[in-house]
């Protein structure tokens, strides 16, 4: 059994920065998740991945994020972190964290963040 739980979204001002955070909870994460990544949905448009990194801290972006997002993560802690700079208008959007374990994936509820003047 594993909960995510996500934190640090928002309104932010275009140009401006976020932190998000997602940890996971419960017994299933005792033994730890391979891949975890963040990903974000807009208003009338699919789900997509935005950012992801390997058990060995291997990042991989979306092209729209390259340069301004940077993923993270703490095995220790069963936690990925997303910090977010330069945010721009077409950022908006409920972000999720996604836990994965040979071949299961985890979901957090999502968080809104909200790029706006």
């Known amino acids: 059994q594993v909960q995510l739980v996500e934190s640090g979204g928002g309104l932010v001002q275009p140009g401006g920065s976020l932190r998000l955070s997602c940890a996971a909870s419960?017994?299933?994460?005792?033994?730890?998740?391979?891949?975890m990544g963040w990903y974000r949905q807009a208003p009338g448009k699919q789900r997509e991945l935005v950012a992801s990194?390997?058990?060995?801290?291997?990042?991989n972006y979306a092209d729209s994020v390259k340069g301004r997002f940077t993923i993270s993560r703490e095995n220790g802690k069963n936690s990925v972190y997303l910090q977010m700079n330069s945010l721009k208008p077409e950022d908006t959007a409920v972000y999720y964290c996604?836990?994965?374990?040979?071949?299961?994936?985890?979901w957090g509820q999502g968080t809104q963040v909200t790029v706006s003047s």
């Open positions: 996604n836990f994965n374990r040979r071949g299961t994936g985890y």
């Open positions: 419960g017994p299933g994460t005792f033994f730890g998740f391979d891949a």
């Open positions: 990194i390997t058990t060995g801290g291997i990042a």
